[in-house]
Nanobody, 123 residues
Framework: QVQLVESGGGLVQAGGSLRLSCVAS????????MAWFRQAPGKEREFVGT????????YYVDSVKGRFTISRDNAKNTVYLQMTSLKAEDTAVYYC????????????????WGKGTQVTVSS
């Protein structure tokens, strides 16, 4: 069992930055690919980006490419989402997710979910 706890959300003005963190319990963190998803009010949960077990491979949804960066520190059981040039449309609850296989952007392939952290971008 892996528990994921996100932090770092908040209210920020458009153009600003935030860094989200997700700390995982247990000693198997490095055996999972990690991802971030988000869900805006009235919308379905959507994939944001993912990172491989080693941290060497990453990919993102087109809408955040060049603005968001995922990284991980396996020694700290932590994955990060650095968000810059934030836009109002980035407003959502952001969820950390653990996947057994790198490369999937589907919610159905997520093994463990965090409870989410709210990000609100004011325009």
């Amino acid at each position: 069992q892996v528990q994921l706890v996100e932090s770092g959300g908040g209210l920020v003005q458009a153009g600003g930055s935030l860094r989200l963190s997700c700390v995982a319990s247990g000693r198997t963190f490095s055996s999972y690919a990690m991802a971030w998803f988000r869900q805006a009010p009235g919308k379905e949960r959507e994939f944001v980006g993912t990172i491989s077990r080693s941290g060497l491979l990453k990919y993102y949804v087109d809408s955040v490419k060049g603005r968001f960066t995922i990284s991980r520190d396996n020694a700290k059981n932590t994955v990060y989402l650095q968000m810059t040039s934030l836009k109002a449309e980035d407003t959502a609850v952001y969820y950390c997710a653990a996947l057994e296989v790198y490369g999937s952007s589907r919610s159905e392939d997520v093994r463990y979910w965090g409870k989410g952290t709210q990000v609100t971008v004011s325009s």
